[in-house]
């Protein structure tokens, strides 16, 4: 998997827009961004994808910069029930998951 | 669609002894994965396989085996339990295509304690 960067951790107000971040520079041309998110004990839940262009569906948008060298998702009004860590993976053969950001949802 | 199966969902193993954990998926998915996650930490990638027949190995592989004889079934060996083996077992599955891979399914997890 192509290496990506996340900040540890994050806190959000709820009601307001959870911006997480990820730096992926050394993806290459034909790679996706996928992310993923594992709310406490159970397996991950899929998120989002895309390859250059943003996207978005019923859960979160994904931003890719045009450089595709970092991504962003937005969970647009976040609850206490996106409180999760969130993965951010460019997969190549295999699907390694990294530390990921956890993500804290507060009253 | 029954998704992503796991048996047992809970085990208790001594050191030294063996066991398989299973995994089973019903969406005719390509790739399947074996990850443990150790308390605290992230998932860590053990082995994997992109079809019935191939396999190969990922972050973690020491101390499990692994076979894909069918497109549905992908177990998971442990051949001498140690107490650093002691870990939620999670299974997941995807489907490859030409323009990315679509998304991976996890099962729910088998929680293995070795004593």
């Known amino acids: 998997d192509a290496k990506t960067t996340q900040p540890p951790s994050m806190d959000c107000a709820e009601g307001r827009a959870a911006n997480l971040p990820c730096n992926h520079s050394?993806?290459?041309?034909?790679?996706?961004v996928y992310w993923y998110r594992q709310i406490h004990s159970q397996g991950p839940q899929y998120i989002i994808h895309?390859?250059?262009n943003n996207e978005t569906n019923e859960m979160a948008s994904l931003i890719i910069t045009e450089d595709r060298k970092s991504s962003t998702l937005i969970l647009p009004h976040a609850t206490l029930r996106d409180t999760a860590v969130y993965y951010c993976?460019?997969?190549?053969?295999?699907?390694?998951f990294g530390a990921g950001t956890r993500l804290t949802v507060k009253p | 669609n029954a998704g992503v199966t796991q048996t047992p969902k809970f085990r208790i193993l001594k050191i030294g002894q063996s066991m398989t954990l299973q995994c089973a998926q019903d969406?005719?998915?390509?790739?399947m994965y074996w990850y443990r996650q150790d308390p605290g930490m992230g998932l860590k990638l053990i082995y994997y396989?992109?079809?019935?027949?191939?396999?190969d190995k990922g972050e973690v592989p020491n101390g499990y085996n692994v076979s894909r004889s069918t497109t549905e079934d992908f177990p998971l060996r442990l051949e001498l339990a140690a107490p650093s083996q002691t870990s939620v077992y999670f299974c997941a599955s995807g489907l490859w295509l030409m323009r990315g891979r679509e998304t991976q399914y996890f099962g729910p997890g088998t929680r293995l304690l070795v004593l």
């Open positions: 969406m005719n998915h390509n790739y």
């Open positions: 396989s992109v079809g019935a027949g191939i396999t």
């Open positions: 895309g390859l250059k």
């Open positions: 993976i460019v997969p190549r053969n295999d699907m390694r």
């Open positions: 050394t993806i290459s041309g034909n790679e996706y």
